[in-house]
C-alpha cells in the first residue's frame, strides 16, 4: 500500500546515497541508453537496491536510477522503466515518479519506443505526443487512500505540458529535427498487435501505440508535475503490410535516433 512512510523510507536511501535536490527527471524508454553518457553522475542506486522500488524484468531496460548534472542543472535519470506487463498494477510502476517528485524536479521528460500507427510515419521519426488513449484497463489513481497524495478526480484535458512541447517544436525546427506530433496510444503487451487491432487503432486516431508512458503521465498531472513526452517510432504498423517482429532491428532503430532525441531534451534542460 503507497503510504507517506512507504514513500519517505525510498527517499531517505537515496538521499544517504548521495542523491541531492534535482530541478528535471528524465525516463529512458526502450532500447534508449545513451542519453546517460550525457550526464556528470553523482549518484547511482540499482532499483532492486531501493526500498518499495520494482525490480525491471526487460531486458532492454537497465534498472538503475541516477543523480546527476546536465546542462548545469541537477537531474535525476530512470535508466529502464516498468510495464504491466511484467506483472506490476498501476500504483507500483509508478510509485518512481512519485520517488524523484519528492527529489524535487519541478520538470518531467518521457521518452519511449513505439509503433507507428500513422502511415506517413516512418521508422526512426520522433513523434512528440501531444494527447493519448488509455487501453490499459486502469488507472494509477485508482487506490483506496489516494487522496493523501492528490485529488482523486485529475483533469487530464491537456496532459502534456504546452510549454516544454512549444519549446521542443522550435529546437527541432532550428536543428532540423522532424518531430511529428500526435496520438499514442497505450496497450498493455507484451504482445504485439494484430492485423485487426492496429486498423482500430487507427480508427481510433492513434498515430502510434506503445505499452508504457500513460500511467506516468497520468500521475505527473496529479502531482501537477509539467511532462512531456517524445516516441521513437521503430516500427511500421502498417496491418497490410506487416512484416514478423525484429527485436534487434527496433533496438538499433531506437539506438539510431536517439541522438536527436537527447539533442532536444538538452535543448529545454
Known amino acids: 500500500m503507497l503510504t507517506e512512510d512507504v514513500l519517505n523510507e525510498s527517499l531517505t536511501f537515496l538521499r544517504s546515497k548521495g542523491f541531492g535536490d534535482a530541478e528535471v527527471g528524465i525516463i529512458l524508454g526502450t532500447g534508449l541508453g545513451q542519453f546517460v553518457d550525457e550526464i556528470n553522475v553523482e549518484a547511482v542506486a540499482h532499483y532492486h537496491h531501493i526500498p518499495f522500488f520494482p525490480i525491471s524484468t526487460v531486458e532492454y531496460h537497465s534498472g538503475k536510477l541516477l ?4 546542462q548545469g542543472k541537477k537531474v535525476v535519470m530512470m535508466q529502464g522503466r516498468f510495464h504491466l506487463y511484467e506483472g506490476y498494477d498501476f500504483v507500483e510502476l509508478t510509485y518512481p515518479i512519485r520517488v524523484i517528485h519528492a527529489l524535487g524536479i519541478k520538470k518531467l521528460l518521457v521518452s519511449n519506443a513505439a509503433g507507428a500507427i500513422n502511415p506517413s510515419y516512418k521508422k526512426g521519426d520522433l513523434l512528440l505526443i501531444d494527447d493519448h488513449i488509455n487501453l490499459q484497463g486502469g488507472s494509477p489513481l485508482a487506490f483506496s ?3 493523501e497524495f492528490g485529488p482523486r478526480f485529475v483533469d487530464m484535458i491537456c496532459p502534456y505540458d504546452r510549454a516544454l512541447s512549444k519549446a521542443l517544436k522550435e529546437k527541432a525546427s532550428k536543428i532540423g529535427v ?3 506530433s500526435g496520438i499514442y ?3 498493455i503487451g507484451p504482445q504485439l498487435e494484430t492485423r485487426a487491432e492496429y486498423r482500430m487503432l487507427r480508427t481510433l486516431g492513434a498515430d502510434a501505440v506503445g505499452m508504457s508512458t500513460v500511467p506516468e503521465v497520468i500521475v505527473a498531472n496529479h502531482l501537477n508535475l509539467p511532462v512531456v513526452a517524445i516516441s521513437v517510432l ?5 496491418p497490410d503490410h506487416l512484416q514478423p517482429i525484429n527485436v534487434p532491428e527496433i533496438m538499433e532503430i531506437a539506438k539510431t535516433s536517439e541522438p536527436d532525441l537527447i539533442a ?3 535543448s529545454i534542460i
Do not use: I, P, R, S
Not at 543523480?67 to 546536465?70: D, I, Q
Not at 521503430?234 to 502498417?238: G, H, K, Q, R
Open 67 to 70: 543523480f546527476g548534472t546536465l
Open 145 to 147: 487512500n489516494v487522496k
Open 178 to 180: 522532424t518531430l511529428h
Open 185 to 187: 496510444a497505450a496497450v
Open 234 to 238: 521503430t516500427d511500421e504498423c502498417d
Open 264 to 266: 532536444l531534451f538538452k
